[in-house]
């Protein structure tokens, strides 16, 4: 059985910094991490595993740099690491990055399942897991919050929506997104990770693909723009009362009147 | 010593007078909570009158009309004491400095904050960190009040690498027995002027003055912490692995110990898992610096020693969300140990950081022995444990017995390894008979007479420390 985990490396910043002039991401000199909800996927993988004879495979978009990623998912447990790299894949939206990674899944060929994280925290569609579904033509149910049962066939997973929970069964293959907290991810090993630096990640590029078309891909094969980015106006303010309890509770409630939060008389 | 004055209707009258009529509280207006500390083990009392205090003046008022009268005055902080220091044990005045809650300044040419007692601990840690510095000392219990923390001289999980709060207070002022308002140091950094005041009020529970102002140093922050969770078979080879990783040149900011069963309960507590739980018992090392690489090459070298050690994994928490997994449990353990039992007892024994793996297995051998459940863990790397001894289905005859058992047991085995009877939380009224087994009548009696020099009618916090 061979379970394929997509990561990503996000910039590891509490608050994400836009560029005042281009409207871009600032992403240079800021350490980066594995995406936190991808923690969880592949912990969903790993607990899987211990279930199955399972093969964990990691697969990732990205640069260079982001081998370092895969070498953290190798040091949490998995066995074999895929980057997919090119300049022709760059500037891709959710539509292009399904397409590229559900091609680098195909690549890596005899997928059973597929787990994704909910979502990104630097991009946060969560449309790229379940656009990965669609790409491949697999069964797919996002917002997983429980894994009820594994086997080798398939699996039973509680997926929760906005007001509703239910219970899916599922057979292979197929494509989760795991919510955050599903398993708490395990850390990786030190020992594992100087192992893992030494293994060789496998690189695929455009060449390597089943699609050939480079307008697929990248920015050429992506129908949205973004116009523009902008941080959230945060705006928090302190007052502080001081006096007699009395009077505090009536300046508090005249605040609070004021600001419309209590009704008036 | 003369009996204590019981207060009347006249002495209420005239307290009264000293603050508003809002921070002052008699009979069942004073909130149940007065009577106890964390630890209700120990007894409870209920003290007759309980004043907040905003200042050092309204403390001074209330401190020279409680001599005056021979009326006992116990200082109260957060009560998140763990000796029953703060326990009104004669009734009396309680003194609580919790709305002295100002930071008054952080200065940052000198280094230092200055605050009143009752700012809490993760407020001073918020504050020092927003000004983009760092305050080291991090006892356990974030909601305690500095206060409380110079007054037991706190320490915590960092003590490894910067030590306690004894020494991060630079200056104190303080109300006296009798009333008057001292300026104990400063912001200096250091000070050989006589006798150390200040030092004797650090660590004194609140038995020789009310601390009324801090001034503590603050250092710059370490861009970066990372912290290695080793599991090992055993918890005897993990201890046995402390003294290796004191010996590397890199001093680690903090070594904890603990096993499984105690990570059980958090989980249960928490309703959280905790990542790789599945081993024996546990290390916690972490290590700060300014740059990747540096932490890099101490966890190296730290890795290394852990595995020569017999360590079975290595595991690296190098986020905010892998520190939060880790450190919300081990911040735990207290409450959920709590939780986990119907009633416990506590050891805060110090011991040499070689003797920590004799004195676990010793509290091993008392629980087989004496069939009771003991926990523990600790800072490892200090020699401090925290040893819990629960009561779970025991009839109250024979928890009595046992937990009696247990605990001279423990103190005498920790004195025969020359250790001390409190490495943090201090004596109160509930480890006076192990500190006076432990260190000695011609020590006690010079504690005793220091208490009479600074407090002749033994009127405040009468009952801690010494009698």
Redesign the interface.
């Known amino acids: 059985m061979r379970i394929i985990v997509c990561v990503k490396q996000v910039p ?1 910043t ?1 608050k994400v910094q836009v560029d005042p002039v281009t409207g871009v991401l600032i992403r240079n000199g800021i ?1 980066t ?1 594995m995406n ?1 909800y991808d ?1 969880y996927a592949l912990e969903t993988a790993l607990r899987i595993k211990e279930k199955t004879d399972a093969e964990i495979h990691v697969i990732s978009m990205g640069p260079d740099a982001a081998k370092a990623v895969l070498v953290e998912s190798m ?1 949490m447990g998995a066995d074999e690491a895929w980057l997919l790299s090119d300049r022709r894949f760059a500037g891709a939206d959710v539509l292009a990055t399904s397409f590229t990674l559900a091609q680098g899944i195909k690549a890596i060929g005899d997928v059973d399942l597929i787990l994704c994280g909910k979502q990104t925290t630097d991009g946060d569609t969560a449309q790229v897991g379940p656009a990965i579904g669609e790409v491949l033509n697999m069964p797919h149910v996002s917002w997983v919050r429980k894994l009820i049962d594994a086997d080798d066939k398939g699996l039973v997973v509680q997926q929760e929506m906005m007001d509703s929970v239910a219970d899916v069964r599922l057979n292979y293959p197929c494509l989760l997104t795991v919510e955050k907290g599903i ?9 594992k ?1 100087k192992e893992a630096r030494k293994k060789e990640i496998h690189v695929l590029n455009l060449d390597k693909c089943e699609c050939k078309d480079t307008k697929r891909y990248g920015l050429s094969g992506s129908p949205t723009q973004v116009e523009k980015i902008f941080e959230p106006v945060y705006d928090l303010q302190s007052v502080r009362l001081e006096g ?2 009395e009077d505090n509770a009536k300046a508090l409630f005249d605040k609070l009147v004021e600001l419309k939060v209590a009704g008036g008389k | 010593m003369k009996p204590f004055k019981k207060i009347d209707a006249q002495d209420i009258a005239v307290l009264r007078t000293f603050v ?1 009529e ?1 921070r002052f509280f008699v009979e069942d207006q004073i909130h149940p909570d007065y009577s106890h500390d964390e630890m209700m083990i120990y007894g409870k009392q209920e003290p007759e009158v309980v004043i907040q205090i905003r200042n050092a003046e309204e403390a001074s008022k209330v401190m020279k009309y409680a001599s005056e009268h021979n009326i006992p005055v116990t200082p109260r902080g957060a009560g998140t004491g763990l000796c029953g220091g703060c326990v009104p044990l004669h009734g009396g005045i309680v003194l609580n400095t919790s709305l002295m809650n100002r930071i008054l300044e952080i200065d940052p040419d000198t280094m230092t904050i200055t605050v009143e007692p009752g700012v809490l601990l993760m407020e001073v840690q918020e504050a020092v960190k927003n000004a983009g510095f760092l305050y080291a000392p991090d006892p356990g219990e974030k909601s305690a009040t500095v206060g409380g923390n110079v007054m037991t001289n706190a320490g915590g999980m960092r003590a490894v690498r910067y030590g306690v709060t004894r020494d991060y207070v630079r200056g104190i002022q303080v109300v006296t027995p009798t009333g008057e308002i001292l300026e104990l140091g400063g912001k200096v950094a250091k000070n050989s002027s006589g006798y150390s005041l200040l030092h004797l009020m650090v660590g004194s529970e609140g038995t020789l003055g009310l601390v009324t102002r801090i001034t503590m140093k603050i250092m710059p922050s370490p861009k970066k912490m990372t912290s ?2 080793i599991p090992f078979e055993t918890l005897s080879a993990a201890l046995k692995t402390v003294p290796e990783i004191m010996k590397l040149p890199e001093v680690a900011t903090t070594i904890e110990f603990m096993e499984k069963e105690v990570l059980d309960d958090a989980q249960e507590y928490l309703g ?6 599945n081993y024996p018992a546990y290390l916690i090392v972490s290590y700060s610096g300014n740059s ?1 690489a540096h932490i890099e090459s101490m ?1 190296d070298t730290a ?1 290394n020693t852990a ?1 020569k050690c017999g360590a079975l ?10 520190q939060e ?1 880790i450190w919300n449990a081990r911040g735990a353990f207290l409450e959920a140990i709590k939780n986990s039992t119907t009633e416990m007892d506590e050891c805060d024994v110090v011991l040499n950081i070689d003797k920590v793996a004799e004195f676990v297995d010793y509290t091993r051998e008392c629980s087989d022995k004496y069939n009771v459940r003991i926990r523990s863990f600790g800072h490892a790397g200090d020699g401090n444990l925290h040893v819990y001894v629960c009561k779970d289905g025991l009839d109250d005859e024979t928890w009595n017995h046992v937990v009696h058992e247990v605990m001279d047991g423990f103190y005498v085995k920790a004195k025969e390894l020359n250790g001390q009877v409190s490495g943090e939380h201090g004596i109160g009224h509930a480890k006076k008979k192990y500190l006076e087994e432990s260190v000695g009548e011609a020590q006690m009696n010079l504690m005793r007479s220091i208490k009479r020099v600074f407090d002749p009618q033994g009127i405040l916090n009468p009952g801690k420390i010494v009698d």
């Open positions: 590891d509490q350490d991490k936190p923690l040091a398993f708490e991810p395990g850390l990786p090993s030190y020992l990770m007699s309890t | 508003p809002d290695l969770l959280k898992e905790f990542p790789n739980r990747q966890l890795c595995v994994d290595v595991f690296l928490s190098d986020t905010q969300e892998r997994a």
